[in-house]
């Protein structure tokens, strides 16, 4: 005898009658009698077939004696698994095995139960009654199945007569009965039998037809149980929470319980509709099963049946959708663990997770990088997987050595390969430990996080990844960006990564529209705040506004390197000149103008433009971060020199404030103080390379650099009264040696 009736039970409500033959069905009636139960568990489930008849179990069941070979709940058992039933027991169940009980599910203890009465309209509107059930569960577009005429099959029962209508909207519908006379509406729907009612299917149609291959959208499901008062239905599907769009009392025995379902396709509808009957089942609900196709025919509210209404019991009732209600009942019963007492463990204290990032991300933990679209993000955590694959520092941090994911979301499977190619080559790192990375194109694949994950986490299994990069993550967000529930259960995704895998979880999402200067690091990704609090760590990239006079220092900078490689490799000199003269353009040029012959000079400057163009494209960036492992380090800026970005070591963008951090009145004051200043740097520079130009021929005239420069002789003057390095005389323009005191210019 099973040990624990109450799971017999679960496997007795998963079989319907009405699929047994005959043999069958007295097979568990005997099964029932032989493990003690009482003839009314027999009943009560028969009553689930339309074969049953009033009293033929009480007359079965005195006929069972038993023999020296009873029949068992073993039948029952094996009769379940034959029909699709699962037990949860982890293995396959035998003949003499013990059953366990599993309250998975549980909700209802039908020992403390109160039923809850319905009651009828308190005006009878047949025409209102139908029109609220259309407007609750179609679309104005969508076709709608419905039956009117009925007959008397040999059991005495009403049943459809025939395939019905389905060529009509659910707009052409309400429109009409909203203009039939007196509420009547078989002038709509045809003419319907009074002790047979009529007929509706909840889920949209073609038009072409009325099986499930022509349903639209896989949108609703009926759970339909007659074994039970009303009262008690009615509670119980409350007391569930089922997402109930509508709830239609049929006239008869039950309440027909239409429920969101929201399924993809057929296949998920299955699969969920199997599911919500388990749930029911496990809480003392015997479901119709029968009742499990999509294009199922409900019954309709507005008519009658054997003198008694068809009504709506209500609308929209229980959790708002399948996903909220599905997360609801999950969690009902958990699996996790106990509270822990401090002081047990006070003397033997787990030990931390290993850095993958020093002082900035533990292995096993996640991080999210934020920024604008053209900060690089994906650059950046590439550069961050060859750090990590290589043992070698990103940015300012030290990295652990170990095996990376990249799991590529946006580019095609050559750009990003190619892309690995060009950082490596950028930042002057030897490839030595390509195997330990690993990258997964997926672009044109991807599914939402929820259904990635699993399928990530069999893929990596045994792998040792101690990182899992995925890059970026709006292609694979589930839900409303904004909802912060939504996205709760979005990251919770990554938790399942970093928990069965062992891993780090690193990604990259956008900065939300505006201007972000003025936020603060955790308020400037897009969504809701779930996304920037959630991480151990966020690394938030915002741009630095760059002016034209650190602009041209950076072309001065880069303009001196290439100068200095070109003589490097292709003049044998001296260095004779002073470590000034080695940081300005202009001197290196002269100097270059003196040595070079005119070949050499012209592949210079071929390779000094190409170095000018590179750095007019740089942009500056500054990282701020918020560590939940660690404390806060100090600003990072770095310039993203495509395709890689390289820390700002000369410090030259440390005073340099996002817009937005400043008052209206000083960053209009500051924009006029930089326009001036770089006008003043840009108008010297040009001064000079223009009197170079015109020096190496001979004596410069105020004329000669009038016409250089384009503008007038007195211009020129005026410029050489604010010079410290030039003066004129007598119609010649003169460089001023240095401690020259010379001072009669015109």
């Given at each position: ?44 489930w028969?009553?689930?077939d339309?074969?049953?008849h009033?009293?033929?179990c ?134 319907y ?28 499901a ?5 074994g ?66 999509p294009?199922?025919l ?15 019991v209500?609308t929209?009732?229980g ?16 699996d ?9 463990i ?30 690089g ?44 190619r ?66 709760a ?28 200067g ?77 040595k ?24 500056a960036?500054?990282i ?28 030259a ?5 996002p ?51 384009g ?36």
């Amino acid at each position: 005898m099973y040990d624990n009736k109450e799971y017999l039970l679960g496997a007795l409500d998963s079989l319907n009658p009405a699929c047994l033959s005959y043999t069958e069905w007295c097979a568990v009636g005997m099964a029932l009698k032989e493990e003690g139960f009482d003839v009314s568990v027999w009943d009560e489930w028969s009553r689930n077939d339309s074969r049953y008849h009033i009293g033929e179990c009480e007359r079965k069941w005195s006929g069972f004696r038993g023999n020296s070979t009873p029949v068992t709940a073993g039948t029952i058992v094996q009769l379940a698994k034959e029909h699709g039933w699962a037990p949860d027991t982890g293995h396959e169940l035998d003949w003499d095995d013990s059953i366990r009980y599993d309250d998975a599910h549980m909700v209802v203890d039908r020992n403390w139960l109160e039923g809850k009465d319905i009651a009828e309209p308190a005006e009878w509107n047949p025409a209102g009654q139908l029109i609220r059930y259309l407007e609750t569960l179609f679309e104005a577009g969508e076709n709608v199945g419905y039956v009117s005429k009925s007959w008397k099959n040999e059991k005495g029962r009403h049943v459809p007569k025939d395939k019905g209508n389905y060529d009509r909207t659910a707009e052409q519908l309400i429109e009409a009965l909203s203009e039939c006379r007196d509420g009547d509406i078989g002038d709509v729907i045809g003419d319907y039998d009074a002790e047979g009612g009529a007929w509706i299917r909840f889920n949209p149609l073609d038009g072409k037809g009325v099986r499930n291959e022509n349903v639209t959208d896989f949108r609703y499901a009926l759970v339909e149980s007659d074994g039970m008062e009303l009262a008690e239905q009615n509670a119980i599907l409350r007391e569930l929470e089922l997402p109930i769009a509508c709830l239609v009392y049929s006239g008869g025995k039950s309440l027909h319980a239409i429920v969101k379902i929201d399924a993809q396709d057929y296949s998920e509808y299955r699969k969920r509709v199997d599911y919500l009957y388990d749930v029911c089942s496990k809480n003392g609900m015997k479901v119709d099963t029968q009742n499990r196709n999509p294009s199922r025919l409900s019954r309709m509210p507005g008519v009658l049946r054997n003198g008694r209404k068809q009504f709506i019991v209500d609308t929209n009732l229980g959790k708002e959708n399948w996903e909220q209600w599905h997360e609801w009942i999950e969690s009902v019963n958990d699996d996790l663990p106990d509270p822990e007492g401090l002081k047990e463990i006070w003397d033997n204290m787990p030990e931390l997770a290993p850095p993958l990032i020093e002082n900035v991300l533990r292995q096993g933990h996640k991080m999210l990088i934020a920024g604008p679209s053209k900060a690089g993000k994906s650059f950046l955590l590439i550069e961050m997987c060859i750090c990590i694959a290589e043992g070698r520092k990103w940015l300012k941090w030290d990295c652990a050595k170990g095996r990376v994911l990249y799991v590529n979301l946006e580019l095609d499977r050559a750009s990003c390969l190619h892309r690995f190619r060009d950082v490596y080559k950028t930042m002057c790192i030897r490839p030595d430990n390509l195997q330990n990375i690993d990258i997964w194109n997926l672009r044109g694949k991807s599914v939402p996080m929820d259904r990635l994950a699993p399928k990530l986490i069999r893929r990596a299994a045994k792998k040792n990844y101690i990182a899992v990069i995925i890059d970026p993550i709006y292609k694979v967000i589930t839900g409303d960006e904004n909802s912060a529930d939504q996205m709760a259960k979005f990251c919770n995704q990554f938790d399942k990564i970093c928990t069965e895998l062992g891993t780090a979880v690193i990604y990259c999402h956008h900065h939300s529209k505006g201007s972000q200067g003025g936020k603060r690091s955790m308020d400037r990704a897009s969504g809701s705040g779930v996304f920037a609090r959630d991480p151990d760590a966020l690394l938030d990239l915002i741009e630095l506004e760059t002016n034209d006079a650190l602009m041209l220092q950076e072309e001065n900078k880069a303009v001196c390197r290439i100068c200095k490689i070109y003589l490097d490799s292709h003049f044998a000199w001296q260095c004779d000149l002073s470590q000034d003269d080695l940081c300005s353009r202009t001197k290196m040029l002269e100097y270059c103008r003196e040595k070079l012959n005119s070949g050499q000079m012209a592949t210079l400057q071929f390779n000094i433009d190409q170095e000018l163009e590179r750095v007019r494209k740089m942009t500056a960036w500054r990282i701020e971060g918020t560590l939940r492992e660690f404390p806060k380090f100090d600003p990072v800026n770095l310039w993203f020199d495509y395709p890689a970005h390289r820390t700002d070591r000369s410090g030259a963008l440390n005073d340099i404030h996002p817009e937005d951090d400043k008052p209206m009145w000083q960053r209009a004051a500051d924009r006029r103080k930089e326009s001036a200043k770089s006008k003043r740097e840009k108008q010297a520079l040009e001064f000079e390379m223009a009197y170079s130009a015109i020096e190496m021929d001979g004596p410069v005239s105020t004329k000669a650099l009038a016409e250089s420069l384009g503008i007038t002789p007195d211009a020129v003057k005026k410029r050489l009264k604010n010079s410290n390095s030039y003066y004129y005389d007598n119609g010649i323009i003169h460089r001023k040696e240095k401690n020259d005191s010379k001072n009669d210019q015109e």
